[in-house]
């Protein structure tokens, strides 16, 4: 639904239903987005929102948009770097100086699957990770952003977005003691779907 151009051709000729649409799709992953620099609810939501806003004036721009999600992404953290800045009264911010990026808790719907215990340190884990290294990471396991989104996303090549990948899955395992040559089916990371991906 967000990519097809019937959609980005709904909105930009002014349907506010295909928008409405659009930030029901989006606005939980983003507002969650948002939050991870911000840490306040009330303001991730008004940063959220009024990226909306401005998305909603520039619609014409909609269907020359390759990934629109993406787009949201990018529009999002932005507003979030330029809130930060001015908090701080300075012209530029950087993300590696705030080493709170917060990987979003993921709670288990089968208290089965992995022990809470054992995911307790899967966060802790990813909690020691570089900022920008996090920020990857969140976005390929909580998102499902390919390398080539992330990479847009956080203005980084594909190779570093893998680095940061291989990184933060390295960093995990060691973590949980777990020798990726002799790996066992029913490991912690295998268990927990979060962390798939990366096996």
């Given at each position: 639904?967000?990519?097809?151009?019937?959609?980005?051709?709904?909105?930009?000729?002014?349907?506010?239903?295909?928008?409405?649409?659009l930030?029901?799709?989006?606005?939980?992953?983003?507002?969650?987005?948002a939050?991870?620099?911000?840490?306040?609810?009330?303001?991730a939501?008004?940063?959220?929102?009024?990226?909306?806003?401005?998305?909603?004036h520039?619609?014409?721009?909609?269907?020359?948009?390759?990934?629109i999600r993406s787009?949201?992404?990018?529009?999002?953290?932005?507003?979030?770097?330029?809130h930060?800045r001015?908090?701080?009264?300075?012209?530029?911010?950087?993300?590696?100086e705030?080493?709170?990026?917060?990987?979003?808790?993921?709670?288990?719907?089968?208290?089965?699957?992995?022990?809470?215990?054992?995911?307790?340190?899967?966060y802790?884990?990813?909690?020691?990770?570089?900022?920008?290294?996090?920020?990857?990471?969140?976005?390929?396991?909580?998102?499902?952003?390919?390398?080539?989104?992330?990479?847009?996303?956080?203005?980084?090549?594909?190779?570093?977005?893998?680095?940061h990948?291989?990184?933060?899955?390295?960093?995990?395992?060691?973590?949980?003691?777990?020798?990726?040559?002799?790996?066992?089916?029913?490991?912690?990371?295998?268990?927990?779907?979060?962390f798939?991906?990366?096996?």
């Amino acid at each position: 639904m967000l990519n097809d151009q019937k959609t980005k051709l709904l909105i930009a000729g002014g349907n506010t239903r295909s928008f409405q649409l659009l930030m029901e799709v989006t606005s939980d992953e983003l507002l969650q987005y948002a939050l991870s620099f911000v840490r306040n609810q009330v303001i991730a939501e008004e940063l959220v929102s009024d990226v909306y806003v401005k998305i909603w004036h520039k619609r014409s721009e909609l269907p020359n948009i390759h990934n629109i999600r993406s787009y949201l992404f990018i529009a999002v953290k932005n507003s979030c770097l330029s809130h930060l800045r001015k908090m701080k009264n300075e012209k530029i911010v950087f993300i590696d100086e705030y080493n709170d990026f917060l990987f979003p808790a993921v709670e288990s719907t089968d208290e089965e699957t992995i022990e809470k215990e054992m995911l307790n340190k899967i966060y802790e884990a990813i909690g020691e990770l570089p900022p920008k290294c996090r920020e990857a990471f969140s976005l390929a396991k909580i998102n499902g952003f390919k390398h080539r989104e992330i990479s847009e996303i956080m203005n980084i090549s594909e190779k570093t977005v893998n680095n940061h990948l291989v990184t933060a899955l390295k960093k995990i395992t060691e973590a949980l003691g777990i020798d990726k040559k002799n790996k066992a089916k029913n490991s912690p990371l295998k268990q927990a779907s979060l962390f798939s991906f990366v096996w």
